[in-house]
């Protein structure tokens, strides 16, 4: 079926975020507070979990009140972000988007939801990436080129009934990722379970330090320009959705003008952890490393820690540093202050407990068992994410 277009103006409009000033936040249980929406709950779905609020005097125009039904557009934002969108769903509570966040609201000639998907699509969101007005550290969505888009639109009944089939296909991959986040917290619940909390220590372990069980090392610096050798190396963005890296196959290369000594090179049972970033939220992240026998190095910003003793298991301390009472520990350096990153005479002044070694294994083995149930599901959820591109894909050139 062929699919007629119109420029996106004719059929939505954007409706930019409310600025205001730091002193006009307000707790968001006073009585007058509006939720004020900003970047960071631009997320898949909309991210309600940690949200600001101001006085509704500050909001002059009821047009910024969102909408249930509208779509939240990042509009000032480090390039690979701008235009990330979400859907708004019926809110229990007032709410505006903050100054960095625009509104694309549908008119009537076109249902919300295939707006959304349009919006959302690979092929949209590249082309208004493009559009960006980029600063130095910042990129600007580009209103007036964004809305001269042209939008594929079949008549409302259509557009509801291919609405209906992309929201059928993205609700099997939300509750797929679903699934692989629920089993993370099973991890995490196992390990509280078995080793209680690690600040508060109340099954009383004895208490180690990690310098007596292995040993640390700073990560790799190498520059741009350097070639000759290329080797895999783990960087800092490898840690955003792993526990465990096993092999090769999701590491990129570096160039280096010659092989790095072997101090460099990692083996299996290997920890990593993040000494510094940008983000303060990757800081501290911790994961374990299977190289076999290919050669593997790892950046600069991060930290390498070999076991070398039999009486610690590189599964307990993983899940250690991911336990969010120790992380704030950490972090605050034992001593209360607010730290951008770490280093390791911080990690070997902190008070590591030490719980049976069979116990460890246990966990260990609980934890296997569930990983191993959670690359199923990765598996599922890649074949999911392709179905679903396919059908974005069909739907927007009239073959759906």
Not at 1 to 11: D, N, T, W, Y
């Amino acid at each position: 079926m062929k699919i007629s277009s119109a420029p996106l103006s004719e059929h939505a409009e954007f409706i930019r975020g409310l600025t205001f000033k730091p002193s006009d936040k307000c707790e968001t249980t006073a009585s007058d507070a509006v939720v004020c929406m900003r970047t960071k709950n631009v997320q898949k779905v909309l991210d309600q979990s940690d949200l600001i609020a101001i006085p509704s005097s500050v909001v002059k125009n009821k047009n910024k009140y969102l909408k249930s039904e509208d779509i939240l557009v990042s509009s000032a934002n480090s390039w690979n972000l701008v235009g990330k969108c979400c859907w708004v769903p019926e809110l229990e509570y007032d709410a505006v988007a903050g100054g960095f966040i625009s509104i694309l609201r549908g008119k009537d000639s076109v249902d919300s939801r295939f707006l959304y998907h349009w919006f959302n699509s690979p092929r949209t969101q590249t082309t208004v990436r493009s559009f960006g007005n980029q600063t130095t550290n910042i990129s600007n969505l580009d209103h007036k080129r964004t809305l001269k888009l042209e939008i594929p639109l079949p008549p409302l009944a259509e557009q509801k009934r291919i609405s209906a089939i992309l929201d059928a296909a993205d609700a099997l991959r939300q509750q797929r990722r679903k699934s692989i986040d629920l089993l993370d917290q099973l991890i995490q619940s196992t390990f509280l379970h078995l080793f209680g909390d690690p600040v508060t220590n109340p099954k009383g372990w004895e208490h180690c330090s990690l310098k007596e069980y292995g040993v640390f090392k700073n990560g790799l610096n190498f520059g741009k320009g350097e070639s000759g050798y290329n080797l895999y190396s783990i960087g800092v963005g490898d840690f955003k959705n792993h526990t465990n890296i096993s092999g090769v196959t999701a590491l990129s290369e570096i160039s280096l003008n010659k092989p790095p000594s072997d101090d460099y090179l990692l083996e299996n049972g290997d920890l990593l952890l993040v000494r510094s970033n940008g983000n303060k939220a990757l800081v501290g992240r911790c994961l374990s490393v299977t190289p076999d026998t290919h050669k593997v190095s790892y950046s600069g910003f991060c930290i390498r820690y070999r076991i070398e003793s039999h009486e610690l298991t590189s599964s307990y301390l993983v899940h250690l540093f991911r336990c969010k009472s120790f992380r704030e520990y950490m972090l605050s350096g034992g001593r209360g202050a607010n730290i951008q990153n770490i280093n390791q005479q911080i990690l070997n002044s902190l008070d590591i407990p030490l719980p049976p070694l069979a116990l460890q294994q246990e966990f260990a083995n609980t934890v296997e068992k569930i990983e191993a149930q959670k690359s199923r599901y990765r598996t599922q959820l890649a074949e999911l994410d392709t179905l679903f591109l396919s059908l974005q894909s069909r739907a927007f050139k009239g073959e759906l």
